[in-house]
DNA sequence: GCCAACGTTGGC
DNA sequence: GCCAACGTTGGC
C-alpha cells in the first residue's frame, strides 16, 4: 500500500463535502506530474486530505482510493473549465481516481506542524513553492501526520 | 530547442 | 491583496 497527499481548496471542495457525497471523482487535475501520480495510484491506497488556500492549510482527514486510474470525462467537456481539446477519446491526457473518506481528523494538522516533522522533511509539500496537488507521501510522514492528529492505525479500521 | 511572457498556485 | 515559485505557451 502506498499514501498519497490530495489537494483541495475547501472553499471548493473540503472533506466535508467528500463525507457528504461519500465518493469523489478526482477530477480536473491538469498537471503531468500529478496525473501521473493519479495513474500510480492502487485500490486501497491511503490519501492524506489537505486543504489549501484554508487558515491555516493543513491535512484535515483521511481518504481512501476506492477506484484507479481512469478517463477524466472533464477532458471532453466543451463547457467545462478543464475542458482540453488537444485531447480526444481514443487516447485521453487525463485521468482521475475516486476517493472515499475514510476518517476525519478532530481537528487540522498545518502546514507549520508538518514542517516541524522530520519525517517530512523532503517532500514536495514542504518545499517552497511546490504545486504539486497530488503528492506521493512517504509511511513515516503519513503515521507521523495521523499522529499528530490524535489518531492510530485502528481509526482507519472502521473505513466508512 | 531556447527563453521571455504569461497565467496559476498557494502561503503569507 | 501581494508576490514568489513554478509550469506552460508560443515566437523565433
Known sequence: ??????????DVFGFPDLVRVRREPWN?????????FLRDMREGDLCLFYHSNARPPGVVGV?????????DDLQFDPASAYFDPKSGVDAPRWSMVDVEPVVAFPGVVPLDALRLMPEWEGSPLTGRGSRLSVVPVEAG????????????FGDLSGLS
Open 1 to 10: 500500500m502506498r499514501f498519497w497527499l490530495l489537494k483541495s481548496e475547501p
Open 28 to 36: 480536473g487535475v491538469r498537471n503531468y506530474q500529478a496525473r501521473n
Open 63 to 71: 481518504a481512501r482510493v476506492c477506484r484507479e486510474a481512469y478517463a
Open 141 to 152: 510522514a503519513f503515521w507521523a501526520t495521523l499522529d499528530a492528529a490524535g489518531l492510530d
